[in-house]
Structure formats: structure tokens, C-alpha cells
T-cell receptor, first 114, second 111 residues
Framework: EAQVTQNPRYLITVTGKKLTVTCSQN?????MSWYRQDPGLGLRQIYY???????DKGDVPEGYKVSRKEKRNFPLILESPSPNQTSLYFC?????????????FGPGTRLTVL | QKEVEQDPGPLSVPEGAIVSLNCTYS??????FMWYRQYSRKGPELLMY????GNKEDGRFTAQVDKSSKYISLFIRDSQPSDSATYLC???????????FGTGTRLQVFP
């Protein structure tokens, strides 16, 4: 089954404790992206990757890191999480570019930073 | 000014009603107009899209774009409780590197 998977689905952590949210897709997509979704603010792009070893900042990159060492994986790293990073996070992929009509989203990771 | 604006709702309608969801956008260069549907505790999924102006119909759903007024709409006929979800509009053009999403409208259809 073609899908984007994320882990963990739910995470409660404390300020300053490094964490990684994993994302994997099995569709051989070149483009992958991370979003956060907050009430009233909608989906905001954090980082994106056009291909392996090619990443770039989205609209809200502060406090986040990413890497793209393999085509299928695109982990999101919070080196020192803070309460304002409490949010619902989505990983997405598309076949070729970020402007592609269809992006495939993972199920989401709900992060709470205390 | 935001590139795309969407009324957040929530919108609550009885089963069988016609629902109209709307977005406005600011940049006339955009050519692709999408509607994504997001069920609770799920990621968004593409519902339908249109290119440039005009209407597109898919079963009970009709997407409409009016480029002259920079207005996009999604109509749902004979709405069902299973249509209860958040609907996000999204826009892009062939030379952009990302989709621009509206904030989403939460729709509830009650029996």
C-alpha cells in the first residue's frame, strides 16, 4: 500500500530534550516536506527536500532541523524543544515538486512540549 | 495580506443540505486550485482540483474557480454525515515549489 508513515503518533516531552520524528514514504517520491498545523494558522511548511541531500527552509524553520540521506526517509529533529513547538506535525511527499497538485500526507504526530 | 484566505467556520448543516465552502487568493499567477479533505486525526487528502477557471464536478462535489475575482469554491450536494471533516483549499502554479494552503473550514453534517 502506497503511504507515508510517521512515528511516533503522539509524544509528550519536556523543554530541552532532543527528539526526532521519523517520516518514511514508499512511493519513490522525490519531494518531501514537513508541516505544522495550528488552530487558526493552518498548515505551515517547516522544511522541504527536493531530493536526497537537498533540503531548504520553509516558512517556519526556526528550532527545527531535517536531513535527507535516503530518498524514502525525511526525519524532523527538534534539538531543544520549547512549548511553542507544541503542535500537530505532518510529513508529506509528492512525485516531483512542491507545487505538485497532489501531496500525500502522513497520519500526523501530535507533539506536546511541557 | 495572506496569499489565500479561508473562513474557518465551523459550519454545521443538516444532512441533505447544500454546502458552500470558499477561499479567496491574492496572486493572479496561481493556476492550480485544489481542495483537500482532512478527517479528524488524519492527514489531509486531495479531494479534487481544477486548472485555471471553470467548474469541475465529481459526484456530489463541484469545484469552481473564478479567476477574475480570485475566488474558489467547493459545493457539496446532498451532504452526508460522512462529509464531516475539515476542508482546506490550496493553490499553486507550475513554477512554485510549494502548495499554499488555506487555514481550513471545519464542516459538521448532522443526521
Amino acid at each position: 500500500e502506497a503511504q507515508v508513515t510517521q512515528n511516533p503518533r503522539y509524544l509528550i516531552t519536556v523543554t530541552g530534550k532532543k527528539l526526532t520524528v521519523t517520516c518514511s514514504q514508499n512511493m519513490n517520491h522525490e519531494y518531501m516536506s514537513w508541516y505544522r498545523q495550528d488552530p487558526g494558522l493552518g498548515l505551515r511548511q517547516i522544511y522541504y527536500s527536493m531530493n536526497v541531500e537537498v533540503t531548504d527552509k520553509g516558512d517556519v524553520p526556526e528550532g527545527y532541523k531535517v536531513s535527507r540521506k535516503e530518498k524514502r526517509n525525511f526525519p524532523l529533529i527538534l534539538e531543544s524543544p520549547s512549548p511553542n513547538q507544541t503542535s500537530l506535525y505532518f510529513c508529506a511527499s509528492s512525485i516531483s515538486s512542491g507545487g505538485s497538485i497532489e501531496q500525500f500526507f502522513g497520519p500526523g504526530t501530535r507533539l506536546t512540549v511541557l | 495580506q495572506k496569499e489565500v484566505e479561508q473562513d474557518p467556520g465551523p459550519l454545521s448543516v443538516p444532512e441533505g443540505a447544500i454546502v458552500s465552502l470558499n477561499c479567496t487568493y491574492s496572486n493572479s499567477a496561481f493556476q492550480y486550485f485544489m481542495w483537500y479533505r482532512q478527517y479528524s486525526r488524519k492527514g489531509p487528502e486531495l479531494l479534487m482540483y481544477t486548472y485555471s477557471s471553470g467548474n469541475k464536478e465529481d459526484g456530489r462535489f463541484t469545484a469552481q474557480v473564478d479567476k477574475s475575482s480570485k475566488y474558489i469554491s467547493l459545493f457539496i450536494r446532498d451532504s452526508q454525515p460522512s462529509d464531516s471533516a475539515t476542508y482546506l483549499c490550496a493553490i499553486s502554479s507550475y513554477n512554485t515549489d510549494k502548495l499554499i494552503f488555506g487555514t481550513g473550514t471545519r464542516l459538521q453534517v448532522f443526521p
